[in-house]
């Protein structure tokens, strides 16, 4: 058995992005400490969940990405959530505004792509499941490291709805939005956690580890 880990980035007032999907505040607040703490998260992983949007942002983004994170994206194993299966559509139709963002402060630093990684082959080999209930649970009954959801907003809130989630790693930015997108609107119970632990850094980010209270 292994345990299911949301890591989320979160404002102080508990959004995971603006109302229009605006990732601009944690890009400018993130500092290296919280960088490598991210990094030590993501090679901790057996495999990386996530929705249909966000895979084809990041299968967009990282395998060309000269960013230290992109090692661990690219190498392992990732599993695509889509309900309806991959359907054709245009990259404007798929591109999030967190794809902009992203994009655009690497264009603002003078980043450039590199060529493909040799590892990205992961992003086309990935699997596609369509029954986040079912589906999760069946990778939680496999042996290994621990399964990382990354978002989007809408597949994050899925899993807190359905109560998927053993563990979540909310990564807290110093910074009020006022409005947006919070991550636990579709709670269906309070939810009794444990904090396992509290990393400050430097920039004001705080990242934090609670683990769900079985009741």
């Known amino acids: 058995m292994r345990k299911l880990v949301l890591k989320m980035s979160v404002s102080a007032d508990g959004f995971v992005c603006g109302p229009n999907g605006e990732i601009d505040w944690l890009l400018r607040t993130r500092d290296q400490s919280a960088f490598d ?89 990935a699997s596609i499941a369509s029954d986040i209930v079912s589906d999760i649970t069946k990778l939680k009954q496999q042996d290994g490291k621990f399964i990382l959801a990354h978002g989007g ?32 609107a579709l709670a269906p119970n309070p939810i009794d956690l444990k904090l396992e632990s509290s990393t400050h850094f430097d920039s004001g980010i705080i990242a934090n580890i609670y683990s769900t209270i079985v009741k």
Not at 115 to 123: F, L, N, R, Y
Not at 153 to 182: C, M, N, T, W
């Open 37 to 125: 703490w991210i990094e030590k998260t993501l090679w901790d992983a057996g495999v990386h969940i996530m929705g249909s949007r966000t895979f084809h942002d990041m299968v967009a983004y990282w395998p060309t990405s000269p960013d230290p994170l992109a090692v661990p994206m690219n190498e392992i194993p990732k599993v695509v959530f889509s309900k309806k299966g991959f359907v054709e559509q245009t990259r404007d139709e798929l591109t999030t505004q967190a794809f902009k963002d992203s994009s655009r402060q690497d264009a603002e630093k003078g980043i450039v792509k590199t060529t493909i990684s040799k590892s990205a082959g992961t992003w086309s080999e």
């Open 153 to 184: 907003a809408s597949f994050a809130q899925d899993l807190v709805k359905h109560e998927l989630i053993d563990e979540y790693r909310l990564v807290i930015h110093p910074v009020i939005l006022g409005k947006g997108i919070p991550l636990f």
